[in-house]
């Protein structure tokens, strides 16, 4: 058998299922024919959590000597190689000669058959043959001799092999047949040979798999209560340094009254920590509830053992001791581990107090028998977090039952009012849609910290607002699922895109956005096949693009810490976008910022991403993440649980930047690459946008303005470094050459022209008229060539006509100081305005400008002046 390693307690290959629950999971689909090895016969010894799904032992948990919730499974399988026979030789083997166990001990249960299948008369055969006695082979029913994984998926029918832990196995009076599938713990089941032989498939049928193969499990706890004598696993060295950890720290004797206790924490304190580990935090949804109530139930032991501080988290080192050295995630995700604990406990110890003083005060009057109104329980469950089955738990020993209708009828109303005040909001019309999906699918359940591929079952489809049950090639619609890896738009991070697919179906997901609060909604087209609802399909997120939004969300992180750190406290964030390409943060500040104070939070950011420290998320209670100084928005509406965001070493006690955040993240800081690019604009006033580039395209950007510097140093002909110094040399020269062109263009048409006197002017009776029309210079530069003239004629008036290239023109007139008292610049424009078409003119009496449509009348217009100086 090839030796494979134990795969995560979160499936990756199954949608079906909550948690891993047996060593057969991750060949699920090696069994099924669909997934090809390069082996046929594996063994493992795997990490299984029972708690939740088909199934589930939490509430045997510290009531039976045997019944955990994580635990680790050893197998050994077959995949179409070998079958009934050589899996019971096997088994016999290992057994009777390599564990020396003996087999007066032993019971062979097998499958009795039913309406479809016969008894498993090869089963009891093979048993025979290999040394087993016949009164020793019994036969079961479905219930304990038929394997399923979970509603859907391989199955078949089993042998099971129990032992008989008693002092005497001769004694047929103790070593009963009776207890085999009985009561108490004498007699155990050790192991289970499922001959997986069909699929079942979720209409109800069931398929022959397409070759016989072999599932083994064998619990690790149990056989090592067995070897080493005794009825209990948590007699056993795998349990007893965890146990006298409790011990230790309560006081309390581990085998005395309260020896439950002392299990129930051992056992949950092994499956927190593995599922913590694995990435899952406590939530109110899916998985994350699980280990909510796991965690919670725990602590409420802790209290019974009348621990007065947080328990949980003191036990952790004991843990990664025992189980690190095999479990290495263990030690990685260790401080997780305890802070999680640590204020989980916290904060359930005040809602426990308050909550089982209403437990108190309500059940004061109640006798063994009686049953807890189902409105007290959700009141206990809905407003104190308190799980129903901790309710349930804390009555058990007075002899107290929950009135369950009452409790579902309450859970009723409350979604009832939950839709009411829904229905009455704004779009209430078009979204009612989703908040119908949400009522029958409940939330999609989020996966995509950990995971960007994962399968999941199409809960409904959705087009034009409207369910339907399938989605054919070329339609687009919108698909729920119960669980996803795509992050659907929110604080500032876009959705995710990428690809749906299944048997021969292929959905491109362009978009993913929440409704209805927590209901993910792919939105694309299918591009091949047709989509139902129902169906199982495989989830994958674009992982470029995700990791570059990722990028862009972290480096938005550092920039915000960054820009207090240089402008001041008063920066706040005032929105942000964080899209695959680029990253814009909104923040309050009264001025542009200066190149100075861009380049330094740019160099402030890029130090943290080349400390390449690891970016840690940690779930806390909102008035611990502000206490802590974790970034918040102000005015955003928070849960009382908040997920908090580190990045850079120094700085907080967390992290150099700490922030509630949702989105995801890169693992390190280095990830990030480089963030370069950065512009400052206004949007508004008080407001200043910050953009800014990332990894691979702040490099591009940074290449590309490198190629246009030297493309414009090669057109120069100068080297890079000189290009600055030669530029400014270039425009100066323009500058000056371009003076000098208009001084010469003014001579050229004051020179021209039909002058009379030496400097061109005539006069009209007592008064030097200087009268030119000139082409080719600007109206505007009529002004200077008019001061120009006045300065020639020293005493007198100037006119000057200008045409324009479209045949339009202007005209200004000057009078020398000594003549404004009896000649306006003003009134003589207008007199020569007219003439040129035109009307009207103004400035002052020594200068005045006007204008007309006709330029052919210059003359006309000069004319008109020289009339009005008396001419
Ligand atoms: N799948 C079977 C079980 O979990 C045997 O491994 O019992």
Redesign the pocket.
């Known amino acids: 058998h090839t030796r494979v390693r134990s795969s995560p307690l979160l499936p990756a290959n199954d949608p079906t299922l909550l948690f891993t629950n ?3 999971n991750q060949f699920k689909d090696v069994f099924l024919g669909v997934e090809k090895r390069d082996y046929v016969r594996a063994c493992s010894s795997q990490k299984c959590l029972r708690a939740g799904g088909k199934h589930n032992d939490l509430d045997e948990v510290g009531k039976t000597a045997r019944h955990q919730t994580f635990f680790e ?1 050893l ?1 050994n399988f077959s995949f179409g190689d070998y079958f009934k026979e050589d899996a019971i030789k096997l088994a016999w083997d290992f057994l009777v000669n390599e564990l020396k166990m003996d087999p007066r001990r032993l019971w062979f249960t097998v499958f009795g058959g039913d309406d479809e299948v016969g008894p498993d008369e090869d089963a009891e055969k093979f048993w025979e043959k290999v040394g087993a006695s016949r009164e020793r082979i019994l036969r079961f029913g479905r219930k304990d001799n038929f ?1 399923q ?1 979970a509603d859907t998926g391989p199955c078949g029918p089993c042998s099971e092999i129990h032992y008989y832990l008693g002092d005497d196995p001769d004694d047929p009076t103790k070593n009963r047949v009776d207890l085999v599938n009985g009561p108490g713990d004498t007699t155990m089941e050790i192991w ?1 040979l ?1 001959f997986m032989q069909y699929e079942q498939l979720a209409d109800g049928t069931r398929h022959d798999l397409p070759k016989p193969s072999i ?3 064998m619990g690790l706890e149990r056989m090592a209560a067995v070897l080493q004598g005794t009825h209990d696993n948590y007699a056993t060295d795998l349990f007893r340094s965890l146990i006298k950890a409790v011990a230790d720290a309560t006081g309390v004797d581990p085998d005395g009254p309260k020896k439950v206790s002392h299990r129930v924490i051992a056992d949950h304190l092994r499956a927190t920590s593995f599922l913590i580990a694995e990435g899952v935090l406590p939530s109110n949804e899916g998985r994350g509830y699980v280990l909510r109530r796991i965690m919670r139930r725990a602590m409420r032991h802790a209290e019974l053992l009348g621990a007065h501080d947080p328990l949980m988290w003191k036990l952790v080192p004991a843990l990664v001791r025992e189980m690190g050295a095999a479990y290495p995630e263990l030690h990685h995700a260790e401080t997780l581990i305890t802070e999680t604990l640590k204020l989980e406990e916290t904060r359930f110890r005040r809602t426990l107090e308050r909550g089982l003083g209403i437990l108190d005060a309500e059940t004061k009057k109640l006798k063994s028998g009686d049953k807890l109104k189902g409105e007290t329980a959700f009141t206990l469950y809905d407003t104190y977090g308190f799980p129903l089955d901790l309710t349930q738990d804390a009555l058990r020993p007075r002899g107290i039952g929950v009135d369950l209708d009452g409790f579902n009828a309450a859970m009723d109303r409350q979604r009832e009012k939950a839709r009411a005040s829904w229905s009455g909001s704004g779009d209430a019309a078009t979204e009612s849609v989703w908040f119908a999906l949400r009522e029958k699918a409940g939330a999609s359940e989020f996966l995509g910290y950990e995971t960007e591929r994962a399968e999941g079952v199409v809960q409904a489809l959705v087009r034009d607002g409207n369910e339907i049950e399938t989605l054919k090639a070329g339609e687009s619609g919108a698909v729920v699922l119960n669980q996803t890896p795509f992050y659907a738009e929110s604080g500032g991070q876009i959705g995710d895109t990428g690809m749906i697919s299944g048997d021969g179906v292929r959905f491109r997901v362009t978009d993913t956005q929440k409704k209805a609060g927590d209901v993910f909604v792919h939105i694309g087209t299918v591009e091949q096949g047709t989509l139902k609802t129902g169906a199982a399909v495989a989830l994958e997120v674009d992982h470029a693009r995700r990791g570059a939004i990722r990028a862009n969300h972290s480096a938005t992180h550092l920039l915000h810490e960054a820009l207090r750190q240089v402008l001041g406290d008063h920066v706040a964030q005032k929105g942000s976008l964080v899209a695959p390409d680029r990253l814009r943060f909104d923040f309050s500040h009264p001025k542009p910022m200066t190149a100075d104070e861009l380049a330094r939070v740019e160099d402030i950011a890029n130090d943290i991403v080349l400390q390449n420290s690891p970016v840690t998320t940690r779930l806390m209670g909102l008035d611990e993440a502000r206490a802590s100084g974790a970034r918040a928005l102000f005015g955003e509406k928070y849960g009382d649980e908040v997920r908090v965001v580190a990045m850079g070493e120094s700085g907080n006690a967390l992290g150099w930047s700490v922030e509630l955040c949702g989105g995801t993240h890169v693992a390190r800081t280095g990830d990030i690459g480089l963030i370069a690019g950065l512009s400052d604009s206004g949007v508004a006033s008080g407001v200043r946008r910050l953009e800014a580039l990332t990894g691979k395209a702040a490099r591009k950007n940074a290449n590309n303005i490198i190629q246009l510097a030297k493309s414009a140093a090669a057109e120069l002909r100068a080297p890079l470094e000189e290009m600055p110094g030669r530029l400014a040399g270039l425009l100066e020269e323009r500058k000056r050459l371009e003076r000098e062109l208009s001084d010469t263009r003014k001579k050229l048409a004051m020179g021209g022209g039909k002058a009379s006197g030496a400097d061109g002017a005539r006069m009209v009776g007592d008064i030097k008229l200087l009268a030119r029309a000139v082409s080719g210079i600007e109206i505007k530069d009529l002004k200077g060539l008019a001061d120009e003239g006045k300065k020639q004629v020293g005493s007198g008036v100037v006119a000057i006509v200008g045409v324009t290239g479209d045949g339009k023109a202007g005209i200004v007139v000057g009078v020398t100081d000594d003549l404004t008292k009896r000649f306006s610049a003003v009134d003589l424009v207008r007199k020569a305005a007219e003439a040129l078409g035109g009307k009207g003119g103004g400035g002052r009496p020594d200068m005045a400008q006007a204008g007309g449509p006709d330029g052919g009348k210059a003359d006309a217009a000069l004319a008109a002046i020289e009339q009005a100086l008396g001419g």
Request: hydrophobic letters at 50%; aromatic letters at 8%.
């Open positions: 047996a060593g057969m499974m197998g394997w994984m289970n499922v599932d083994t499990g």
